[in-house]
C-alpha cells in the first residue's frame, strides 16, 4: 500500500465518536479516531513495511503514527530514527505504542532508555519508564538487581514528576513486582513508601492503579493459571 492509500484507508474507518474519545486523550487535530481493532486488521494486510511507517509517523496524524508503530520493523530502524519518534510524539498513547512494538526487539532500546528517562520532555520521559516496565518482561537475562535498582530510582522524585511519568512510573513498578517474588515483596516497599500518586487523567476514565491490590490481583490470576 502506498501512504496515499493508507491514509485514505484510514480516514474510511474513522467515526466522529472515537474522534471524540482520543481527543480527550490528547490526540491532536489531525486524527480519524480509527478504531484499534480496525489498525490491527490494516496491520495485518500490510505487514511490516519500514518505509511506510517511516511515512506514516511522519504525517503527524494520530492514527497513522499509532499504526507506523505496528508494522515498523524494529530491526531496520536506526537509533537516529528510534529517537526522532521519541522527541517527536504528540500523544501520551504513542510512547506506550513504541515501548510495545519497537522497542522489545530494537537493538538500540538499550542504548536509548537511560537518556529518555533523564528528559525533561514528558513524553520522553514517560517512553523511558515504558521501556524499563517491558524490560521487567523481555529482558529475561537482567539481574534482579538492576530493577532493584529502578525501583530506587522510580520512588525518588515520583511526587514531582511530570504527570505522564508518574502514571509511567507507577505502571513500572507494578511491571517489576511482576518479574520475581523478590522483586515484589521491593516493589510493595516501595508502594507503602510512595503512598497515593495523584495523576490526571484528564476528562476520561482512565485511572493509575494501585500498585500493592494490583500485583496481588496479577500474582493471584498468575498462581490460579499456573495451577
Same mark, same amino acid.
Given at each position: 500500500?502506498?501512504?496515499?492509500?493508507?491514509?485514505?484507508?484510514?480516514?474510511?474507518?474513522?467515526?466522529?465518536?472515537?474522534?471524540?474519545?482520543?481527543?480527550?486523550?490528547?490526540?491532536?487535530?489531525?486524527?480519524?479516531?480509527?478504531?484499534?481493532?480496525?489498525?490491527?486488521? %490494516?496491520?495485518?494486510?500490510?505487514?511490516?513495511?519500514?518505509?511506510?511507517?517511516?511515512?506514516?509517523?511522519?504525517?503527524?496524524?494520530?492514527?497513522?503514527?499509532?499504526?507506523? =508503530?505496528?508494522?515498523?520493523? $524494529?530491526?531496520? +530502524? &536506526?537509533?537516529?530514527?528510534?529517537?526522532?519518534?521519541?522527541?517527536?510524539? &504528540? /500523544?501520551?498513547?504513542?510512547?506506550?505504542?513504541?515501548?510495545?512494538? %519497537?522497542?522489545?526487539?530494537?537493538?538500540?532500546?538499550?542504548?536509548?532508555?537511560?537518556?529518555?528517562?533523564? /528528559?525533561?520532555?514528558?513524553?520522553?520521559?514517560?517512553?523511558?519508564?515504558?521501556?524499563?516496565?517491558?524490560?521487567?518482561?523481555?529482558? =529475561?537475562?537482567? $539481574?534482579?538487581?538492576?530493577?532493584?535498582?529502578?525501583?530506587?530510582?522510580?520512588?525518588?522524585?515520583?511526587? &514531582?514528576?511530570?504527570?505522564?511519568?508518574?502514571?509511567?512510573?507507577?505502571?513500572?513498578?507494578?511491571?517489576?513486582?511482576?518479574?520475581?517474588?523478590?522483586?515484589?515483596?521491593?516493589?510493595?516497599?516501595?508502594?507503602?513508601? %510512595?503512598?497515593?500518586?495523584?495523576?490526571?487523567?484528564?476528562?476520561?476514565?482512565?485511572? =493509575?492503579?494501585?500498585?500493592?491490590?494490583? +500485583?496481588?490481583?496479577?500474582?493471584?490470576?498468575?498462581?490460579?493459571?499456573?495451577?
Amino acid at each position: 500500500m502506498t501512504l496515499e492509500d493508507t491514509m485514505a484507508e484510514l480516514e474510511s474507518r474513522g467515526t466522529a465518536q472515537n474522534r471524540k474519545v482520543y481527543a480527550r486523550h490528547g490526540a491532536g487535530a489531525k486524527v480519524f479516531g480509527v478504531s484499534f481493532a480496525d489498525l490491527e486488521k %490494516i496491520r495485518k494486510s500490510i505487514k511490516t513495511n519500514h518505509a511506510l511507517a517511516l511515512a506514516l509517523w511522519d504525517s503527524a496524524n494520530f492514527d497513522a503514527r499509532n499504526l507506523a =508503530t505496528m508494522i515498523a520493523d $524494529p530491526l531496520k +530502524m &536506526t537509533a537516529k530514527e528510534l529517537e526522532a519518534w521519541a522527541k517527536s510524539s &504528540t /500523544s501520551h498513547t504513542h510512547p506506550g505504542m513504541i515501548a510495545n512494538h %519497537i522497542l522489545p526487539t530494537s537493538p538500540h532500546s538499550r542504548a536509548k532508555f537511560e537518556g529518555w528517562l533523564k /528528559s525533561k520532555d514528558e513524553l520522553v520521559g514517560q517512553l523511558g519508564w515504558n521501556c524499563v516496565s517491558g524490560m521487567a518482561v523481555w529482558a =529475561t537475562e537482567l $539481574p534482579d538487581e538492576f530493577f532493584a535498582g529502578k525501583l530506587v530510582e522510580l520512588e525518588n522524585g515520583i511526587h &514531582t514528576a511530570q504527570n505522564r511519568v508518574k502514571h509511567a512510573r507507577v505502571m513500572c513498578l507494578i511491571s517489576i513486582g511482576l518479574r520475581s517474588a523478590k522483586l515484589e515483596a521491593l516493589a510493595v516497599a516501595a508502594a507503602k513508601r %510512595i503512598g497515593k500518586v495523584d495523576v490526571d487523567h484528564g476528562d476520561t476514565s482512565c485511572v =493509575t492503579p494501585e500498585p500493592i491490590a494490583y +500485583m496481588a490481583k496479577a500474582n493471584a490470576r498468575k498462581a490460579k493459571k499456573k495451577a
